[in-house]
């Protein structure tokens, strides 16, 4: 399995980016696919995931302002992100799980939000 990722850049607070993850190499329904994200001097944190059928999880922080969503015909999984905040700035990661943990990661895509 492969994970491109894309769609990162430079915004404003208060503007809105959308991170997209490319899929290769697997049957794309069958894994859950799940954004990370890591900040300079900072653990890498969970934002957002989506099986292909099921609930959505969310970060809290991320609550009302990112939506996570998938085409199964395009093997792309996307992230919304409105409303962005300085403190959004880190290096954004695809994963996907097929049981259990993440098995397969992306190489990240820079976001960063100036005030």
């Known amino acids: 399995v492969q994970l491109v990722e894309s769609g990162g850049g430079l915004v404003q607070a208060g503007g809105s980016l959308k991170l997209s993850c490319v899929f290769s190499g697997g049957t794309f329904s069958s894994y859950r696919l799940g954004w990370f994200r890591q900040a300079p001097g900072k653990e890498r944190e969970f934002v957002a995931s989506a099986r292909n059928t099921g609930p959505i999880s969310y970060a809290d922080s991320v609550k009302g302002r990112f939506t996570i969503s998938r085409d199964n015909a395009k093997n792309t999984a996307s992230l919304q992100m409105n409303s962005l905040k300085p403190e959004d700035t880190a290096v954004y990661y695809c994963?996907?799980?097929?049981?259990?943990?993440?098995?397969?990661w992306g190489q990240g895509t820079q976001v960063t939000v100036s005030p």
């Open positions: 994963a996907a799980a097929f049981i259990g943990e993440y098995d397969y």
